[in-house]
Each structure stands twice: as C-alpha cells, then as structure tokens.
C-alpha cells in the first residue's frame, strides 16, 4: 500500500495507515527546509490583540525589498495556497492553461471556480489560446526551471500567473520585479524558511489588482506570528545566503545516498528531489512501514520525491533505506 496524495504533509493519514511503523515519523513528504529560520518569534502579547494594519505594510515593505518589487504591488497572504485559490474569483472563470505535471491546486482552484482548465506540457503553454497561464517556476515535482523575463515576454499581454514558490533557492530566476499588468507572481514564506505553519505567502501584481485583493481580503489578511516573523526573516540576507549554500549541498549528499540505494534521480530543486523507480509503490509502502514518509503520484506511479532530512535525521533515513531496498 503507497499513499498517493494532493500534496505533501498529510502524516495523520500515514499514521493511520502504518499504526505499527516506528515513531516519531520522518515526514519527507514536503519541500520545507528542515533546517529553517529560527531567529525570533513575538511575543505572546502580540497575540492579545488585533495586528495594527501599518505592521502589515511593514512586512509587505520588507518582502518587497527581498524580492526585488515595489510594496505596493505585494499583497501579503494566508500562504501560497490561499493566494492561488483566491485569484479565480478576482479573474473570473475564463479558459485556463496550467503547465503540467505541477503542483495539483493550481488546476483544482481554476475548475471549482468554473474554469474550462486544460493541463498541458510545460513547452507548450504558450502555444494554447488560453485566457489565462500558469506555470510554476521552479517546477512542483521536477524541478523545471525558466528566466521569469522569458515567460514574461512569452505571455504576450495574457494573464500570466508564475507560483514562484521554490524561488528562493534560484532568485535570478524571479520575475518579482515584472509583476504588473497581466502577469502576476505567487511567492512562499513557509518553504525556504521552514516555517510552514505561520501560513505566510504573498501575490504580487499590478497595483490596480493589489488595491482590489487588499479589499477583499480585509485589514487582517494574516497573523501576529506572519507579520514578526516574515519581517525578520526577510531582512536577515545574510541567513538566505548561507541556507542556499547548504541546501544544495544537502541537495548533493541526498543524490548520492539516493543512487546508492538503487533510486534514478531525475530532477528536484535543493528543497527535494525527484526520483524513479520501476517499483516506486512498493518502495514507498517499506519506508513508510519504517516510519519514513515520502510523496508519491497518481500521474506517475514510478515517481517518488524525497524532502531533505533534517541534520539529525540522516543517518535514520539511511538506516531506512537500507532496510528497504
């Protein structure tokens, strides 16, 4: 039995599953670093009131300034995931081309919304006649990468929406800084920085459509937690250079343990990896009887992505390995 789900992060419905695998799980189901910010947290009595509305243009000011956009195009957010369901109502529901395989939400909020979406491979996005695009830039499983300028350019004046979630560990690649007209760019705080949880993400577009998401969101678009940490943790370059350093390093010590063990690497970016097995199911369903979670697709039975470990978590996941192959 192999779990086969939406996204990652579902350990209850591992647990339940395998009630006789070894606990604690190692939950390598996500792209979240493992070895994330932990600088600062506010205070609890920032909680024991309403967030005043200028902090929340503080943290927009200091995730403008690390993405290299204008505060007034970046809309703060309950995460990636919020922003990307909420663009359907702001857009309406025309013709939608998303470039597939990818991150599965995408599509789903485009057809709850009443959608006519159609997936389509990643090379021939902008040979549709779609009202809109989408493309996540890295892509969600393999890692495919585009210049955000080339897709900017390649979208001819077409709504165009680019789910830089993984950026952070290419930034060049961003096209942050060209988010204005008909294209419109998705950034996540929770992965790069490990801190899922706080549910931070922005969009970031033209400012006609930020004024018009501000006010449908209201004045408390996100939490005390969101707007101190992100503010912290957005100014703290020095930390983002040093995590991209090792997360490709880790990246690179993932591969060879991975190979070692009989698994063909076929893409990923520094926060997974994308791998291919004949007897992919099989494979997964022994790790999770070992207490190891990974993340498997109904698209591809042959495909498995592993997150990376956390420091004091390599050596279980070999011994883990070992175990199952």
Known sequence: MSIAIPHGGRLARAQAAYPSAPTPWLDLSTGINPNGWRRGRPGLDSLRQLP?????????????????????????????EAGLRLLPQMLG????????????SHADA???????????????????EAEVMVVVNPNNPDGAVSPGADL??????????????????????????????RTIVLRSFGKFYGLAGVRLGF????EDLAHRLRR????????????????????DAAWSERTRRSLARDARRLDRMLEA?????????????????S???????????????????????????????????WRRLQAALEQTT
């Not at 013709?95 to 991150?103: I, K, Q």
């Open 279 to 313: 007897d992919a199911a099989a494979r997964a369903d022994r790790l999770a009887r070992q207490g190891v979670l990974v993340r498997t697709f109904d698209h591809d039975e042959t495909l498995i992505r592993f997150g990376l470990p956390g420091r004091t978590h």
């Open 203 to 206: 969009i970031i577009c033209d």
């Open 261 to 277: 063990h009989g698994y063909e690497v076929t893409g990923g970016t520094s926060l997974f990896r994308l791998t291919r097995s």
């Open 52 to 80: 005043d509305p200028a902090d929340t243009k503080d943290l927009e000011l200091a995730a403008a300034a690390a993405f290299g956009g204008l505060p007034e195009r970046v809309v703060a957010v309950a995460g990636a």
């Open 93 to 104: 529901a025309p013709s939608v081309a998303v470039a597939s395989p990818t991150y599965g």
């Open 110 to 128: 485009w057809r709850q919304a009443g959608g006519a979406v159609l997936c389509v491979a990643r090379d021939q996005l902008f040979e549709t």
């Open 152 to 181: 900017v350019a390649r979208a001819a004046g077409r709504w165009l929406i680019i789910d830089e979630s993984f950026v952070e560990v290419e930034p060049g690649l961003s096209a942050a800084s060209q988010a204005q007209g």
């Open 216 to 235: 449908r969101i209201g004045d408390w678009p996100v939490g005390a937690d969101a707007i101190g940490m992100g503010r912290l943790a957005y100014g």
